[in-house]
């Protein structure tokens, strides 16, 4: 049970590059999340998905754009790379209805460190 | 939407002693109150969750308290360690809602000397 997964952990991207982040979970939940922390900032959401083929806009979502292909996998894709998007980006998943399960709340992924020079 | 207010934004103990964060929440609906620990490095993750249905909840060392009336929840860690230093987060969300989602404070960074 690897929980939830992220692919690339780090990346460097010139400005102007685009790439995609890749995130899947195995836990069966319906919602997922992109977040991007800075320091001091603490955890802004970027977008999420209530189910398979929704998404929605969280606080910052200029500059990116996201895709659910299915209920496992939630990826972020940043079209054109700006500096301002040097961060690390976490992606979580959650079953808002499992209120009963030991471990309600988050379960976040293990985050990819992004740098845009 | 929710607004998620956390203070300190750091905090420095010595061994031995408590520690305690504060956060306050604007959206009265909020019913659920996890609290994540970040190591340097490493993904956040959760230590302790409090429900509106409850005022105080602890787990070992850890223990939440809810004012619901002040809209405010606070975490209290007693006998620190080093191994507690980290950053902390709170959040609130309304439970049962479809989605789900978590509204975070800007996190505290405890440092615990030994």
């Known amino acids: 049970n690897a929980g939830v997964t992220q692919t690339p952990k780090f990346q460097v991207l010139k400005t102007g590059q685009s790439m995609t982040l890749q995130c899947a979970q195995d836990?069966?939940?319906?919602?997922m999340y992109w977040y991007r922390q800075d320091p001091g900032m603490g955890l802004r959401l970027i977008y999420y998905?209530?189910?398979?083929?929704?998404?929605d806009k969280g606080e910052v979502p200029n500059g990116y754009n996201v895709s659910r292909l299915n209920k496992r996998e939630f990826s972020l894709r940043l079209e054109s790379a700006a500096p301002s998007q040097t961060s690390v980006y976490f992606c979580?998943?959650?079953?808002?209805?499992?209120?009963?399960?030991?471990?309600?709340?988050?379960?976040f992924g293990s985050g990819t460190r992004l740098t845009v020079v | 939407g929710e607004n998620v207010e956390q203070h300190p934004s750091t905090l420095s103990v010595q061994e031995g002693d408590s520690a305690v964060i504060k956060c306050t929440y604007s959206?009265?609906?909020?019913?659920?109150f996890p609290w994540y620990k970040q190591e340097l490095g490493k993904r956040p993750q959760l230590i302790i969750d409090?429900?509106?249905?409850?005022g105080e909840k602890k787990d070992q060392r850890i223990a939440v308290t809810l004012n619901k009336t002040a809209k405010h929840f606070s975490l209290h860690i007693t006998e620190t360690q080093p191994e507690d230093s980290a950053v902390y987060f709170c959040a609130a969300s309304i439970k049962w809602s479809t989605l789900g989602r978590l509204y975070f404070g800007r996190g505290t960074q405890l440092t615990v000397w030994p």
């Open positions: 836990m069966n939940h319906n919602s």
């Open positions: 979580a998943s959650m079953d808002p209805r499992a209120d009963r399960a030991p471990n309600y709340g988050y379960t």
């Open positions: 998905s209530a189910s398979e083929g929704t998404t």
């Open positions: 409090i429900r509106s249905n409850v």
């Open positions: 959206d009265s609906a909020s019913n659920y």
